[in-house]
């Protein structure tokens, strides 16, 4: 069974920081693609970064130049530091597998969320 454990989130002013950490199980991590998600009240989740188990990255248009994904096989987690941050980077992150499907399962989530 897949667990993914989100944490690291908080509240921060805008302009500020966070770092958010996704640990793993139940999956062969070091051969997925992970993504990081977030979900917006009212919105759908939308995946915000992701990372190729050989260290590639790609970005959405709203966070590029503001957010770094990162992994670390050996302790099947997966990183997001989350920089420049802005009131509608609010909402809940998740991370899981790229590509998702309907049937995977999702962690509790980490709530990021920037004040003005």
């Known amino acids: 069974q897949v667990q993914l454990v989100e944490s690291g989130g908080g509240l921060v002013q805008a302009g500020g920081s966070l770092r958010l950490s996704c640990a793993a199980s139940?999956?062969?991590?070091?051969?997925?693609?992970m993504g990081w998600y977030r979900q917006a009240p009212g919105k759908q989740r939308e995946l915000v970064a992701r990372?190729?188990?050989?260290?590639?990255?790609n970005y959405g248009y709203s966070v590029k130049g503001r957010f770094t994904i990162s992994r670390d096989n050996a302790k099947n987690t997966v990183y997001l530091q989350m920089n420049s941050l802005k009131p509608e980077d609010t909402a809940v992150y998740y991370c899981?597998?790229?590509?998702?499907?309907?049937?995977?399962?999702w962690g509790q989530g980490t709530q990021v969320t920037v004040s003005s």
């Open positions: 899981n597998v790229d590509p998702i499907t309907p049937y995977n399962d």
């Open positions: 139940g999956i062969i991590f070091s051969r997925n693609a």
């Open positions: 990372i190729s188990p050989g260290g590639s990255t």
